[in-house]
Nanobody, 123 residues
């Protein structure tokens, strides 16, 4: 069993940046894909980005964050990151990292989840 712990969330003004981290411990971090999802009150959990074990093919992003967010991983540190730039109020949500054997965009493709970290973007 793998344990995933997110950190790095917080309150930031629109246009600002945050970097989320997700540290994995326990069972293997590789060769799984890792993804980030987010969920706002009253909304379904939304795919944000995912990266495969090797980093290739290139990471996948939801259209609304393309060009602003970057997902990357350090397999030696068992950590995946989400660099978020040019943040908008609509990015406000609880952000979750998750592990997948297949690297899909559906939450059902992921078998282990972190507890989430709150990101709040003020206008």
């Amino acid at each position: 069993q793998v344990q995933l712990v997110e950190s790095g969330g917080g309150l930031v003004q629109a246009g600002g940046s945050l970097r989320l981290s997700c540290a994995a411990s326990g069972r293997t971090f590789t060769p799984y894909a890792m993804g980030w999802f987010r969920q706002s009150p009253g909304k379904e959990r939304e795919f944000v980005a995912r990266i495969l074990w090797s980093g290739l093919p290139w990471p996948l992003y939801v259209d609304s964050v393309k060009g602003r967010f970057t997902i990357f991983r350090d397999n030696a540190k068992n950590t995946v990151y989400l660099q978020m730039n040019s943040l908008k109020p609509e990015d406000t949500a609880v952000y979750y990292c998750a592990r997948s054997r297949t690297g899909g965009t559906s939450p059902s493709s992921y078998d282990s989840w972190g507890q989430g970290t709150q990101v709040t973007v003020s206008s």
